[in-house]
């Protein structure tokens, strides 16, 4: 975990630590377990709760169990183990359940401190080069790229990046997903994202990130992502051709 994505993860806590006191985990009286629920939701302190004792909270928060106070107060410990690939829940439903608390709304502090983390996130996210990574960068891409607010910025984290796996994600990815982007013109996700699709696209056959490629593959030309890149640049290179 590179050193700024750890100290997002600490303003994170130092920002949301207000609502300890706050949060009442009130919930739909539908739930004969509901009070099982919170005692073992407190029965550890707020660091030491792993992805499985936050999973169904994470799952339900907002909706029918725990309010925005409730989810204030957790939120930096489920994006920390976000962080660390063990994202309680799914990356998806974490920002969406934000989107349901109308955190668009709530002091411009926390705001701009889950924006940090989140493009913090990224760029941890692209110089991992480990298989959980490597397995998680689509669905963590995704919801990144559809919950982030300025898109702009995930590609400009992306194309100055030059790290090995972060050449190896953008490799996968593209080779996996060239039918979804060019030919359906969606990001494929839970929901199919065409809000970026165009920008995307645009970015992608840029001669910039073409001439990327390139100088990736003779750079690992003897390695054995050196194939994939050779029909990734093929890929943009006919995609830029037919469609100017």
Do not use: C
């Not at 004969?32 to 709760?49: A, G, V």
């Not at 924006?115 to 960068?137: I, M, P, Q, R, Y």
């Not at 995307?200 to 001439?211: H, V, Y």
């Amino acid at each position: 975990m590179t050193d700024s994505l750890k100290l997002s993860i600490e303003k994170l806590y130092d920002t949301f630590a207000k609502y300890q006191g706050l949060s009442k985990l009130e919930g739909s009286p539908l739930y004969d377990d509901l009070d099982s629920w919170n005692k073992q939701l407190r029965s550890k302190q707020l660091r030491e709760l792993t992805d499985e004792d936050l999973s169904r909270f994470a799952g339900k928060v907002i909706m029918t169990w725990g309010d925005e106070n409730d989810y204030r107060f957790y939120l930096p410990r489920i994006l920390e183990l976000t962080a660390e690939l063990k994202t309680p829940y799914d990356i998806w439903t974490l920002y969406s359940r934000l989107e349901d608390a109308n955190w668009k709304t709530w002091d411009i502090k926390e705001q701009t401190t889950i924006n940090g983390f989140t493009l913090e996130l990224w760029n941890n996210l692209l110089n991992d080069n480990s298989e959980k990574a490597e397995w998680v960068f689509k669905d963590y891409f995704h919801a990144i790229a559809n919950f982030y607010p300025d898109f702009s910025k995930i590609l400009i984290v992306w194309e100055t990046n030059h790290n090995f796996a972060s050449i190896k994600h953008f490799t996968n990815y593209i080779f996996e997903e060239r039918q979804n982007l060019f030919d359906n013109d969606f990001i494929d996700s839970i929901e199919k994202n065409t809000k970026n699709i165009q920008q995307f696209k645009t970015w992608l056959t840029s001669d910039k990130i073409i001439r990327k490629i390139e100088t990736a593959f003779y750079d690992n030309e003897k390695s054995e992502i050196a194939e994939r890149l050779s029909w990734v640049e093929q890929i943009l290179t006919n995609e830029k051709k037919h469609n100017p």
